[in-house]
């Protein structure tokens, strides 16, 4: 009996001790987890618990802007907002999101169907880039899974004015066209960071503030004066408009500095609201539109040939009986002028006077001046989708080619290609380097030509505006101006088009110290006016007229009321 007591003893204090040693053992293993959780594995923990509830949440850069030369803003970043969901969290009944679809100004179908589409995805784009008091209509339904964050939208003060030289972008910022496409790196901001708490619906708990600071991207200023652009395209819309043309384009160059002062185009468009855009009216035709430039290259045919010390003004050559047979084609004038000097050849527009200089001279001569001109190479603008033109290889000409060639045809050019050579043509002969972007310094220009050569062209120039020139609609009452007509056949898909024609018009201002220098194309006027006097020279007039005023230019030349007043005053004195 008392054996068996004791082995019972025994193994109670054998079981009590076990036991004892057992939640001795537990205790300290939870003690050991407690230390190893608190200490070497707390920055562990506390990096997977911001990961469900720290969130990095970026913040839109400001976009550059973009100015003309004298700091008129062209392209602005508005501040806006953008409503997004997280369909994960956003439960709404049908009253609900039919309240929601009138805030965001869409239809309740067309909300439903991105709703149930996007059901198994963590965040969709509601409507974006809206204006913050509309957002304000939407956060106020206060529903779950609704959210909004700050970004900027792009703003073109100067619509469709400026719209083809300062382009625009698309809704995230990246620029799509013009100086927007490319300058986009310069004008592009940095993107910053801020660090928030969220809620397990995605609510904003806690803002900590920027990780990173955005950067804003870079101003650039264009050498574009908004004056003489709103002038230049409201002359250009209005002749487009009269004449019923397909198109037209216009370039308004600093003769001093290769400044583009303008660029316009018709048909244009309203970069602020591309919602039913013609993707046709997108392109800068003044840059990227190649025609062949007619009679407005007599002028260069003109220098090659004052180059040579053969010609001059006053020589004069015979183009009766108005025809010249080349081989089985015939080059015609209006009609027989007979004996004409150089100068009347210009004033004129005679083709086979033209032709029988440049015959005289060789397809190299006249090739090497086009070239030196900027004909057939690219100016250097800087633009996207900029045209070279084509300017062919003159080894294989053949008489009847230089013929054509010396009175424009055979060779393609842009409006901003005609008007550099126009520049070089009336400034003494200086290539500067043409730009879009405003340069505080202006480097020495290439002399191209001789000055004297340079003069005389300009006095050619003044001799197509004066009576008995083609180019008389160009005359202004205060202002001397010169220039060159120019009628060409349009080019169809099945050649040249008989009713079809580019009216152009060329030349500087004032004529005797030039300021600048303009080209006017009228791309397919319809009805009894065609031809580049008639329907191109009345809207260099009138943008030169205004362009003097704008810029300060004093007038070199009386009017005949002020001249008649004069008269009058000394009579009665």
């Not at 600071?213 to 230049?232: E, F, V």
């Not at 190479?377 to 053949?398: K, M, R, V, Y």
């Amino acid at each position: 009996m008392n054996r068996s007591k004791d082995i019972s003893k025994s193994n109670l204090a054998w079981r009590y001790w076990f036991l004892l040693g057992f939640l001795a053992l537990c205790g300290l293993a939870l003690f050991y987890r407690a230390i190893d959780l608190h200490v070497y594995e707390q920055a562990f923990l506390a990096e997977q618990g911001d990961a469900r509830t720290i969130r990095f949440e970026t913040l839109d850069a400001h976009r550059g802007v973009i100015m003309d030369r004298h700091g008129v803003p062209l392209a602005v970043s508005a501040p806006v907002e953008t409503v997004y969901a997280d369909p994960r969290y956003l439960n709404v009944n049908v009253a609900q999101a039919k309240a929601l679809a009138e805030a965001l100004g869409q239809s309740y179908e067309k909300l439903a169907d991105k709703l149930e589409r996007s059901k198994n995805r963590h965040f969709i784009y509601l409507k974006r880039k809206m204006a913050p008091h509309e957002v304000s209509k939407v956060l106020a339904l206060n529903l779950d899974g609704i959210y909004s964050k700050r970004e900027y939208k792009r703003y073109y003060p100067a619509g469709e004015v400026a719209a083809h030289v300062v382009g625009f972008t698309n809704i995230d910022k990246h620029g799509q066209e013009g100086i927007e496409l490319s300058y986009d790196d310069w004008l592009s901001g940095e993107p910053g960071k801020r660090r928030v708490l969220k809620d397990r619906k995605q609510r904003v708990i806690k803002d900590f503030g920027a990780v990173k600071t955005a950067s804003p991207g870079k101003d650039i200023r264009l050498s574009l004066d908004m004056r003489i652009q709103y002038l230049a395209y409201r002359e250009l819309k209005a002749a487009v408009e009269t004449h019923k043309a397909k198109a037209g384009s216009i370039v308004v160059l600093d003769i001093h500095s290769g400044d583009v002062l303008a660029m316009a185009n018709q048909p244009s468009y309203n970069p602020n609201n591309r919602s039913n855009i013609n993707v046709a009216h997108l392109r800068n035709r003044a840059i990227t539109d190649v025609f062949e430039p007619g009679s407005t290259m007599k002028l260069a045919t003109i220098a090659a040939a004052l180059e040579t010390n053969k010609y001059t003004l006053n020589t004069r050559l015979d183009t009766s009986p108005g025809y010249l047979r080349l081989g089985r084609k015939s080059i015609r004038d209006h009609r027989n002028y007979g004996e004409l000097s150089v100068l009347n050849i210009i004033a004129k527009s005679s083709n086979v006077g033209t032709s029988r200089i440049a015959l005289d001279l060789s397809g190299d001569v006249v090739w090497d001046m086009f070239s030196r001109l900027g004909f057939g190479q690219g100016t250097g603008i800087g633009f996207p989708g900029e045209s070279i033109g084509s300017l062919p290889d003159s080894s294989h000409w053949q008489p009847i080619e230089v013929a054509a060639m010396s009175y424009g045809y055979g060779l393609n050019a842009t409006a901003l290609q005609l008007a550099q050579a126009y520049m070089i043509l009336g400034n003494g002969g200086v290539k500067h380097p043409l730009g879009l972007v405003y340069r505080e310094e202006h480097y020495p220009g290439e002399q191209i030509l001789s000055s004297d050569v340079s003069d005389s062209l300009r006095k050619a120039m003044k001799a197509v505006v004066a009576k008995g020139g083609t180019g008389t609609r160009a005359q202004l009452p205060m202002y001397g101006v010169g220039g060159k007509t120019g009628t060409v056949h349009s080019v169809g898909s099945s050649g040249y088009e008989e009713s079809q024609y580019k009216a152009l018009f060329a030349g500087v201002a004032p004529i005797d110290k030039p300021e600048v220098a303009m080209v006017v194309v009228i791309d397919g006027p319809q009805g009894a006016e065609y031809y580049g006097g008639e329907v191109a020279a009345p809207v260099f007039s009138r943008v030169v007229n205004g362009t003097m005023r704008l810029l300060d230019v004093s007038p070199d030349k009386e009017s005949s009321a002020l001249s008649s007043g004069k008269s009058i005053l000394a009579s009665r004195g």
